[in-house]
């Protein structure tokens, strides 16, 4: 069994900042790529960022330059820095990750339950 869980949303003013972590455990062999998606109210859910075990990372254009990505590797977590929030940034943001499991063939797509950010003065 693989869980992700998510961790570090909350509410923040505008042009706050927040961190969020992401930690993938159980039976994984392997992860690939890794990434934070969100859905706002109404709203189909959208890739926020993404990044390859690599390290080559892909950003949805309404967080560039404010969002940065990472991952570690050895600990099986992402993160996601996010620095001048606004109001329409508020969403649940689920973490996602491209994982291959011990002893079973196959790659899962494996998500996190979500966590909530809220941006509001």
């Known amino acids: 069994q693989v869980q992700l869980v998510e961790s570090g949303g909350g509410l923040v003013q505008p042009g706050g900042s927040l961190r969020l972590s992401c930690a993938a455990s159980?039976?994984?062999?392997?992860?690939?790529?890794m990434g934070w998606y969100r859905q706002a109210p109404g709203k189909q859910r959208e890739l926020v960022a993404a990044i390859t075990s690599g390290g080559s990372t892909n950003y949805a254009d309404s967080v560039k330059g404010r969002f940065t990505i990472s991952r570690d590797n050895a600990k099986n977590t992402v993160y996601l820095q996010m620095n001048s929030l606004k109001p329409e940034d508020t969403a649940v943001y689920y973490c996602?990750?491209?994982?291959?499991?011990?002893?079973?063939?196959?790659?899962?797509?494996?998500w996190g339950q979500g966590t909530l950010v809220t941006v509001s003065s």
């Open positions: 159980g039976s994984i062999f392997s992860i690939n790529a």
């Open positions: 996602n990750a491209d994982l291959v499991r011990r002893w079973t063939p196959g790659a899962l797509d494996a």
